[in-house]
């Protein structure tokens, strides 16, 4: 079946810049996200690319699709304490936000 | 404009007892989804309906029961409630296509 993989944990310094992983295996996926869930909250989306794009930038956030290797990246500069979250990477199943295929997450964790 | 309403956002249910968790959305989106989130798993797709009247298995539908009777709710059926259905559930909405999945606050099921 489709599966999505990504790094459990990330420890940074505020200030450093993170770079999240993810890979996925469905080549049909027209859209990858990232998505952000603090503590006891619910998923908020962070930023999402197109499968025709390499990369796509918004302001600290920086995504990175290497199609070929269906490698993903998120890229967040100056990262700040406020960034301690999980981190989860979709790809859009059959190319619908209806069905969304997760990563487990990655638990961003921003020392002082 | 309230989003993605979920409740009860808490419960505990004995084993083999039965309830509905309710889903409702304001935004006229034809795409609804139930996940389950479980520790080191990630969240995985229970029931999406991608229309009123229609609706489809995701990746761990074995327990649960839905209908989509209206545009603006998703209600989520457990028929006999098992202890490895403790999880906290997200119901989310989207229109389709590229466009954000707007998740609920999620509901902590806990099954004893």
């Known amino acids: 079946g489709e599966d999505v993989e990504q790094s459990l944990f990330l420890s940074v310094r505020e200030g450093d810049s993170s770079v999240i992983n993810c890979t996925y295996t469905?080549?049909?996926?027209?859209?990858l996200y990232w998505y952000k869930q603090e503590p006891g909250a619910g998923l908020q989306l962070l930023t999402y690319?197109?499968?025709?794009?390499d990369m796509k930038q918004d302001q600290r956030l920086t995504v990175l699709l290497n199609k070929k290797d269906k490698h993903l990246s998120l890229r967040i500069a100056d990262t700040q304490t406020g960034d301690s979250a999980i981190y989860f990477c979709?790809?859009?199943?059959?190319?619908?936000?209806?069905?969304?295929?997760f990563g487990k997450g990655t638990k961003l964790s921003v020392k002082p | 404009n309230a989003g993605v309403t979920q409740t009860p956002k808490f419960q505990v249910l004995k084993t083999g007892q039965s309830m509905t968790l309710q889903c409702a959305q304001d935004m006229n989106h034809e795409y609804m989804s139930w996940y389950r989130q479980d520790p080191g798993m990630g969240l995985r797709l229970i029931h999406y309906?991608?229309?009123?009247?229609?609706?489809d298995q995701g990746e761990v539908p074995n327990g649960y029961n839905v209908s989509r009777s209206t545009t603006e709710d998703f209600p989520l059926r457990l028929l006999s409630a098992a202890p490895s259905q403790t999880s906290v559930y997200f119901c989310a909405s989207s229109s389709g296509g590229e466009t954000e999945a707007f998740f609920g606050q999620g509901t902590r099921l806990t099954v004893v």
């Open positions: 979709a790809e859009a199943y059959g190319g619908s936000q209806g069905n969304l295929i």
């Open positions: 690319i197109f499968s025709n794009m």
């Open positions: 309906s991608v229309g009123a009247g229609i609706t």
């Open positions: 469905d080549s049909s996926s027209t859209y």
